[in-house]
């Protein structure tokens, strides 16, 4: 029940295409959905975050759809760039929590 | 505002040794978190500290593993007789005392290595 669910596993999307990552998860106790993108070498680093009372939130290129009768969340990745190729983490927690379940990454490429 | 520091970046130990993986979090953060991610896998939990207390260790292996953020000087994980599925990579994090919305900033890892 602590588990979340994340594809897909790898993504390859032309420049200026749009890139989506899903996750799932079971425990109705979550109500912090963050997404965090991270580099080789490098810690992962906030990308953008959801709370289960709104089904929609941008920041710039990055849009999270959150379906919270469907227990789903989205990261959208308009326009993506050579640049945005990272691994993508989706994660969650319980309200009142301070811990993180993430999801098991998505390795997202940009071709030219 | 120097983020949150780990090192050693790398960390080599030989079956049985101990292995220590310091962290200091960022200024004005007073709890820290530890990860471990396995390869091609995403983090997992282990244990969320306050100054001085344990507060979920939850994700802690049972035996061989220990950690402490003392008062004065950064947090320790300590990997005692260390075996070669302990090979991943540690992260650390940091927030302030309101959480997760006021910033949860991670390291940067310690790469460790069983050989």
């Known amino acids: 029940q602590q588990q979340v669910k994340q594809s897909p596993q790898s993504l390859i999307v032309q420049k200026g295409g749009i890139s989506i990552i899903n996750c799932a998860y079971e425990?109705?106790?979550?109500?912090?959905f963050p997404w965090y993108q991270q580099f080789p070498g490098k810690g992962p680093a906030l990308l953008i975050a959801?709370?289960?009372?709104?089904s929609e939130k941008k920041e710039g290129r990055f849009t999270i759809s959150f379906n919270k009768s469907a227990k789903q969340f989205s990261l959208h990745i308009m326009d993506s760039q050579p640049g945005d190729s990272a691994t993508y983490f989706c994660?969650?927690?319980?309200?009142?929590?301070?811990?993180?379940?993430f999801g098991t990454g998505t390795q997202l490429k940009v071709e030219l | 505002n120097a983020g949150v520091m780990q090192n050693p970046r790398h960390l080599v130990r030989r079956r049985g040794q101990e292995a220590r993986l310091r962290c200091s979090p960022m200024?004005?953060?007073?709890?820290v978190y530890w990860y471990r991610q396995l390869p091609e896998e995403g983090l997992k939990f282990m244990v969320y500290?306050?100054?001085?207390?344990?507060?979920?260790e939850s994700g802690m292996p049972k035996e061989r593993f220990s950690a402490e953020f003392p008062k004065e000087g950064p947090s320790i994980l300590r990997i005692q007789q260390v075996v070669r599925g302990d090979s991943a990579a540690y992260f650390c994090?940091?927030?302030?005392?309101?959480?997760f919305g006021s910033g949860y900033t991670f390291g940067s890892g310690t790469r460790l290595t069983v050989v």
């Open positions: 994090a940091s927030s302030p005392p309101s959480g």
């Open positions: 425990n109705t106790a979550f109500d912090y």
């Open positions: 959801i709370r289960p009372d709104v």
């Open positions: 994660a969650a927690s319980p309200g009142g929590g301070n811990k993180l379940t």
């Open positions: 200024k004005g953060h007073s709890h």
């Open positions: 500290l306050q100054k001085e207390n344990i507060i979920d």
